[in-house]
């Protein structure tokens, strides 16, 4: 730590402390061959909606995978609430939901939720509060099998939000889902995070890079910058986060020409 | 593991085969269309019918739910469930026992017709008691769920999931006792038979079908049916990974 100096995640470790809900410290995973993220750290703050934003492929799922403990890592740690990420304690304590919509469709959406608030030892009443948040309760009997694609995602976002959990990592919740819905949904994770909750949000739209407490912009397996909204916007001289986004990737290409 | 995790496991997979009208089905009734079919073929020679019967009740269990497992779980991996399953406080065990509860519980159903369609209109005759027939048919389902959940692992799609059933299932049958006394067989085959699973299933109805009464043979056969059940569990479990690549 002393002798490398003045490094990225050490930089982040400087301003964030070295608190945090998640602290993800040299994460070296490889897929396929590839080193899909090659050694990234960063650290998600307790109570915050973080957001996790990049194109498609860059690596936001493989980074949420390694947070969850489902991911086979090849190197650096990752620790959530101080523990080593998948770890027996966590589980339950960290609500996913993953990209794809992992529920059963050949059960009704009620048939799913209790199904999965069973094996979280969750009441019973989470299941009605959970389609109550997600604006799902009408659909309580339909077969999963039989949704629309929005009403699909929203299943599978309520089924991370039963029990008690005080890490939510949602991998690209909103995507597919129209304004009102995904503006009720982002009310809604900050209503959780006003609770106490810590949010791990990816998604690949830049206008909702705006709805978060703070941004990691990720391309390519790496962070290209790690800011509140307006600071990234103040930093990048740019009036969107779009543009913003650009920017810094234009910055990196330029860095990348520079050095090959 | 967790007992009440293990429940709502098999809970959830039978309430998943209880919206598949069809497959209830197809799993009940194809079993008595085959034994029925097998007697009508054996029309002039029931002593055949009466030796073969019995053990005939017990490989249907074992391919249907090899099937339905296998398929099953494997839906379960490219689904996301399983994922989603194990960042939960789930063990394996409870995901693995929640099967084999759910589809050995199927079974007994699936038994319990077809033996009783066999015993009453077809006629067929077993010095043994009915209920160990039932038993032992029951203890083949849950070994084809436990082989199914095994093999499920090693199959990255359903063509390949479905290919696994003659590999895995048919030279059991061909080994098991079925087609040629295993006394009789080849020195080399006969070790083959003699590390099958399915052998001691057959074994066990074939003395049923012979031997009145419970007589130690049988349950000595069971036990080692049970065995492999619990073997086979446990390769389940240790293919079963929380963290994949
Ligand atoms: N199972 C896998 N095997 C090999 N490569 C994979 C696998 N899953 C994802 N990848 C690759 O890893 C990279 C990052 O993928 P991912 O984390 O899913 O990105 P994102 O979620 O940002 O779209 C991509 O290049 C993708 O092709
Ligand atoms: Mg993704």
Not at chain 1, 22 to 28: Q, S, T, W
Not at chain 1, 150 to 171: F, H, M, N, T, Y
Not at chain 2, 226 to 244: D, K
Request: net charge neutral; aromatic share 4%; glycine share 10%.
């Amino acid at each position: 730590m002393t002798s490398t100096g003045g490094t990225v995640s050490e930089t982040a470790g400087a301003v964030t402390g070295t608190g945090g809900t998640v602290v993800v410290d040299g994460l070296l995973v490889v897929r396929g061959g590839n080193e899909v993220l090659p050694g990234v750290s960063c650290s998600v703050q307790p109570g915050t909606v973080t957001g996790l934003l990049g194109p498609s492929g860059c690596g936001k799922t493989t980074l949420m995978r390694a947070i969850v403990g489902v991911q086979r890592i090849a190197g650096g740690s990752v620790q959530v609430l101080g523990m080593p990420a998948g770890s027996a304690p966590l589980r339950g304590r960290v609500g996913y939901r993953s990209q794809a919509s992992a529920v059963y469709a050949d059960l009704t959406v009620a048939e799913n939720l209790r199904y999965f608030a069973a094996v979280l030892h969750a009441p019973a009443s989470d299941v009605d509060r959970a389609l109550a948040d997600v604006d799902l309760a009408p659909q309580a009997n339909q077969l999963v099998g039989s949704l629309s694609g929005g009403q699909l995602a929203r299943v599978s976002l309520a089924s991370a939000l039963l029990g008690a959990p005080e890490v939510l990592v949602l991998d690209e919740p909103t995507v597919g889902l129209d304004p009102v819905l995904r503006r009720d949904l982002w009310a809604l994770f900050h209503r959780l995070a006003d609770a106490g909750i810590t949010i791990f949000v990816s998604s690949h739209v830049m206008d909702e890079a705006t709805r978060c407490n703070r941004l990691f912009l990720m391309r390519t397996g790496r962070f290209l910058a790690e800011d509140t909204p307006a600071g990234l916007l103040r930093q990048t001289g740019a009036d969107d986060i779009e543009t913003a986004f650009l920017r810094l990737i234009d910055a990196a290409r330029e860095r990348e020409g520079a050095s090959a | 593991m967790n007992p009440r995790i293990t429940l709502a496991t098999a809970g959830r997979v039978l309430r998943q085969l209880r919206h598949d009208p069809r497959t209830i089905g197809l799993l009940l009734v194809v079993p008595v269309v085959l034994v029925t079919l097998l007697r009508l073929v054996y029309d002039g020679k029931p002593q055949i019918f009466d030796r073969i019967g019995a053990p005939l009740l017990g490989v249907f269990p074992l391919i249907t739910m090899f099937l339905v497992t296998s398929i099953a779980t494997l839906r379960e991996r490219t689904s996301g469930t399983l994922e989603r399953l194990l960042t939960m406080p789930l063990a394996k065990l409870d995901l693995l026992l929640g099967y084999a509860l759910a589809f050995g519980a199927f079974a007994v159903l699936q038994v319990a017709i077809a033996t009783a369609v066999a015993l009453g209109p077809l006629g067929l005759h077993v010095a043994g008691p009915a209920w160990l027939i039932l038993v032992l048919a029951v203890a083949n389902a849950v070994l084809g769920t436990a082989l199914g959940l095994f093999v499920s692992a090693f199959a990255a799609s359903e063509f390949q999931a479905v290919q696994f059933m003659p590999a895995v299932i048919l030279p059991q049958l061909l080994l098991c006792g079925l087609l040629l006394p295993r006394g009789q067989m080849q020195t080399v085959l006969r070790w083959v038979s003699n590390a099958l699973p399915l052998s001691y299933a057959i074994d066990g109805l074939t003395r049923v079908t012979s031997t009145p009464g419970v007589p130690g043979a049988v349950l000595a056969d069971l036990g080692i049916v049970l065995g492999c059940i619990v073997a086979a569990l446990g390769l389940g479990a240790a293919t079963l990974r929380r963290r994949t690549a």
